[in-house]
């Protein structure tokens, strides 16, 4: 009777241990998605439309929370995070990661690229995919590029020359690169977190800075800047990026699926970032509280000219060859 009654437990034990395992296995893989912007942006619409899409195709298989406005984590901490894999996909600009590799530093380069669509011809190009995959080493996975437009300037005063930006405090991103350009431009470079800025603006800390409209919308910018400058002088990117380990620890057929996901979403944010920074620039202008200038093409080539100085100390970080190939895509084939 007591040995039956050991058999019993036993069975007993073995069926809960094997009922924890099946629980255990059946739980969602947990995607955390945690970005700076608001949901109106183009990578804040991006991680909605990820989230979206991964609940209808691999339903009880992944989860995904997007976490915005820099709710769980800023600007400081979440790369930090992303390498604890305490979150496992952001999308942060490129001068936030070139830590990990120089090359990034390219879409640093004021001025490189003519428009969207020449950035778009880089990304996609053979040394464009390359660099997606150039942190592996760092534990650091890049998924695609994500566009957000074109940046401008916005300031306390007209910027047309670049002599304007004599004496301006400009915010800059945590990049050396970007802060020898303003540097170049005889301008005060003073690196300032995203979600500081504004304050920065109000309290003249910074009195100039630069994003894409649908920042400069969203953000509030206009409340706190008299002029916006469409210069179009550098490329509102992101670069979409996971945990290499987590990336590569995940089932074939998951990873597999998240891929196309991916490949979509980058496909819709990219079309409709054009369209949304259009729809903030009139906002903006419908606001009614700061004056909008447009540079020309001479006025633009005049910018160029006065930070090429800073690209040419950066060349040999970057590679010559991937500057080259980033200005031979102005030139449509």
């Known amino acids: 009777m007591a040995r039956l009654t050991r058999g019993i437990t036993h069975l007993l034990a073995a069926s809960a241990l094997f009922s924890m395992f099946t629980a255990q296995a059946a739980d969602p893989i947990l995607i955390k998605f945690s970005h700076i912007t608001a949901d109106s942006t183009p990578k804040g619409q991006g991680a909605l439309m990820f989230k979206k899409l991964v609940e209808e195709r691999l339903p009880d298989q992944v989860e995904v929370q997007v976490y915005a406005n820099s709710s769980l984590y800023g600007d ?9 894999n305490d979150v496992q996909m952001l999308a942060p600009a490129p001068s936030k990661l070139e830590q990990y590799t120089k090359q990034l530093q390219l879409f640093d ?4 690229f003519d428009d969207v669509a020449a950035a778009q011809r880089f990304q996609q190009s053979d040394k464009g995919k390359a660099m997606l995959k150039s942190m592996e080493d760092k534990g650091i996975t890049g998924l695609a590029y994500w566009l957000n437009g074109m940046r401008q300037f916005t300031a306390n005063k007209p910027l047309r020359e670049p002599a304007d930006a004599r004496g301006l405090k400009f915010r800059v991103q945590p990049s050396d690169l970007q802060a020898a350009q303003y540097t ?3 301008a005060v470079p003073r690196k300032m977190a995203f979600a500081e800025i504004y304050q920065g603006l109000q309290t003249g800390v910074v009195n100039a800075q630069d994003n894409p409209w649908s920042n400069i919308y969203s953000q509030k910018y206009y409340e706190v800047q008299q ?4 210069s179009n002088h550098g490329i509102g990117n992101y670069l979409l990026i996971t945990n290499t380990q987590f990336w590569n620890g995940l089932p074939a057929p998951v990873r597999a699926e998240l891929e196309q996901i991916i490949d979509e979403v980058t ?3 990219n079309r409709q970032a054009e369209a949304l920074n259009e729809k903030a620039k009139q906002n903006v202008i419908d606001t009614g509280k700061s004056e909008i200038l ?7 080539n005049s910018w160029r000219d006065a930070v090429r ?4 100390k950066f060349e040999a ?3 010559a060859d991937l500057i080259q190939a980033a200005e031979a895509a102005n030139q449509a084939e």
Not at 76 to 84: D, H, N, R, V
Not at 294 to 300: A, F, I, N
Not at 309 to 312: D, E, G, I, Q, V
């Open 227 to 230: 002029y916006m400058t469409e």
């Open 294 to 300: 447009v540079l020309t093409e001479d006025q633009r």
């Open 109 to 112: 380069l004021m001025f490189l």
């Open 184 to 186: 170049a431009l005889r």
């Open 267 to 269: 496909t819709e944010v």
């Open 76 to 84: 400081g901490k979440e790369m930090e995070a992303l390498l604890l």
């Open 317 to 319: 970080e970057i590679g």
């Open 309 to 312: 100085p800073a690209w040419k």
